[in-house]
Nanobody, 117 residues
Framework: HVQLQESGPGLVKPSQTLSLTCTVSGASMTTKNYYYRWVRQPPGKGLEWIGHRAYSGSTYYSPSLKSRISFSRDTSKNQFTLQLTSVTPEDTAVYYC?????????WGQGTQVTVSS
């Protein structure tokens, strides 16, 4: 049973860097053709795609966020990480991580991030 859990600070000050980690359990990120992605939902709005890392290693970022985003992963810990620099209040959202292959996609429960001074 694959489970994902997001973790990170609930509150970040403007201009700081947000770092979120997604920990995967019940599956190894490297044993199947898994991709992973990050999605967020600002208050009162729909889901917004942040970016996607394919199994091949190719990474795709939202054009509106591309200059501030980076993805990384630690396969020894079965984790992948999102970093978002120079945050503003507009980055306030529930952030979700997802892991999938051709047949299934698994989501974390989401973590609230608020950007405020």
């Amino acid at each position: 049973h694959v489970q994902l859990q997001e973790s990170g600070p609930g509150l970040v000050k403007p201009s700081q860097t947000l770092s979120l980690t997604c920990t995967v359990s019940g599956a190894s990120m490297t044993t199947k053709n898994y991709y992973y992605r990050w999605v967020r939902q600002p208050p009162g709005k729909g889901l917004e795609w942040i970016g996607h890392r394919a199994y091949s290693g190719s990474t795709y970022y939202s054009p509106s966020l591309k200059s501030r985003i980076s993805f990384s992963r630690d396969t020894s810990k079965n984790q992948f990480t999102l970093q978002l620099t120079s945050v503003t209040p507009e980055d306030t959202a529930v952030y979700y991580c997802a892991l999938g292959d051709d047949d299934n996609e698994f989501w974390g429960q989401g973590t609230q991030v608020t950007v405020s001074s």
